[in-house]
């Protein structure tokens, strides 16, 4: 689409937003920025925009003759696609994108995408370190925190980017194909958002849609979503497990993995060989190699990254020991399948925080997997009496309210005992609470940090 002298609607003015008005402006559109938060000021829009002349700004509600004027919408990831605004525009036929569908536009060399309800953060971070050591164009955007819009003008034929995309946004790509593209797992999430499972698979398999069979998607084999999505998916597939010898993919076996063609088995490094802990990160190694070969990468160039790769900030990190206590950040577990690969990584007796905003999920196979592993649970935020009755209907009563984190933290340090971890891995978002994750997770490594020995 042409988008000079066109009148484009971008809704929402966080960073996904401004990235888009930018773009918008260098391609000659004459964007109009809307946000509807009633907390949010028509001034406060501006400062962000930090001197960018563009057509309008609105804030709260938006006048019909603004919305007559439009050609195309571009919507920010955090808003909803089936608002009364985008039914408004979609009974006029006008298209409604995303920040990735209007990235793809200027985009001119190869793409690299990663989905899925865990992992995207820490595969697309090692994939694009992995490209990195063989190219010196290399842009990792997305869901990860850069906007495409910023850099998909930067592009080059000899370029690659490498993008995490979330579901929200995969809801609003048209045209965006990808060389390979990935679906790591698909687990319950955003259902206060997707509002069915089904809805939720569809908006993560988008990733995949205008794929062809000279394009490859990379699977999770022991996921039910992805290996029955691998049944229909129009690129050619690369499957991994960490689960089941395969005939052909990448593989787990004992320690070891392994890659398979045709039956004849390869085996290419032991999981001890890497920094990163946990099946879920070996699961992501894995389906990093499947990414990078598909690529065109050689198999020695990756295994050097991936022997040296440390894990991501936020993602069962380590923080210290203080007082024999073993401290665990994964405040990006931020719903139960998440925090289940939380657990599992954690060798000795944990005590662990939990609780957040309610996302509609819910937490038994979390519960499940404390397995006596977890030797107290402290609950904080909208969800912790939610999570306290399922941890009573599955058995487990050792957990306790905490009012404020700083109240949660006192609890952790006072009960962990030499030898023993405390882990803040909490299965639900943040919101209410904190900002973000990386907020969440900030204070807890500050306070952490602060413990006198």
Known sequence: MNLEKKKVLVVGSGISGIGAVKMLIKQGAYPVLFDE???ITKEDIEAKLEGEKITEVYVHTLPQEVKDSISLVVLSPGVPVDTALCDEFRKKGISIWGEIELGFQAEKGKVIAITGTNGKTTTTTLVGEIMKSRNEEVFVVGNIGNPYTLESDKTSETSVTVGELSSFQLETVENFRPMVSAILNVTPDHLNRHHTMENYAKAKEAIAMNQTKEDTCVLNYDNEYTRAFGERCPAKVVYFSSCHKLKDGIYLDGEEICIAENGK???????????????????????????CLNAGVPLSSILNVVRTFKAVEHRIEFVATKRGVDYYNDSKGTNPDAAIQGIKAMSKKTVLIGGGYDKQNEYDEWIESFDGKVKKLVLIGQTREKIAECAKKHGFTDYCFADTFEEAMQICTDTAKPGEAVLLSPA????????????????????VNNIEE
């Open 37 to 39: 938060n009633e907390k």
């Open 265 to 291: 088995e390869t085996r290419v490094m032991n999981i001890h060989d890497m920094n990163l802990v946990g099946i879920c990160n070996v699961e992501n190694v894995m389906a990093a190699i499947g990414i």
């Open 428 to 447: 639900c978002a943040s919101w209410g609470m904190f900002p973000n994750y990386e907020v969440r997770g900030k204070i807890f490594k500050d306070y």
